[in-house]
């Protein structure tokens, strides 16, 4: 057997760490990226701190689905990741009365809420609302404290990133969303 050169077992290092950072890159880009939960906007189904992948595969093929937990664009800033709950899709009508949210006219069962009110932020949207075609209506599930689109309309899916399927860390709350 031939003795391989040190130049080139360096080379082939080097090859191997090139295609694994390109592969990890097309895999995040494609595929399924990992974020970190900034803000309390999703307590308690997702707490400050968790660690969650957020798939980008089956919006490539469809749409945002009602009940779908969904990271987005923030419209107001395109670098900054977003994540809630899709409340209603396009075609849909929103309405927020006595702390509850209606859908089409029905009360919408929301455990995930803990009971919190889902309240009209002020923010000049006019309730009924109208999902747009190509859009989503998104909420919090901590709806006392979460900017969406009770103050910034509906999200735009060209702006819609991945859906939200696994909490990675803590270890203690490891398990599909």
């Known amino acids: 057997m031939k003795k391989s050169s040190p130049l080139r077992l360096v080379i082939e290092i080097l090859l191997i760490i090139v295609v694994a950072v390109g592969l990890a890159t097309l895999f995040t880009r494609f595929v ?10 999703m307590e308690q189904t997702i707490e400050i701190g ?13 749409e945002p689905a009602q009940g779908d937990i969904i990271t987005f664009e923030d419209p107001s800033d395109p670098e900054r990741v977003l994540i809630k709950r899709v409340i209603a899709t396009g075609g849909q009508t929103v ?15 929301e455990p995930y809420t803990q009971g919190k ?24 599930d901590n709806r006392t404290n979460s900017a969406d689109s009770r103050a910034f309309g509906a999200v735009d899916l060209d702006g819609v990133t991945g859906r939200a399927i696994f ?11």
Do not use: C, H
Request: aromatic share 16%.
């Open 32 to 41: 399924m990226q990992p974020y970190e939960i900034p803000s309390g906007s």
């Open 50 to 62: 968790d660690r969650i992948f957020s798939e980008k595969l089956s919006y490539a093929f469809g």
């Open 95 to 109: 309405d927020l009365r006595d702390g509850a949210v209606y859908v089409d006219g029905m009360r919408l069962d």
């Open 117 to 140: 009110p889902s309240n009209d932020l002020n923010s000049g949207i006019e309730y009924p609302y109208t999902v747009p075609e190509g859009y989503v209506w998104v909420m919090g």
């Open 167 to 177: 909490r990675y860390w803590p270890l203690d709350r490891i398990g599909t969303l």
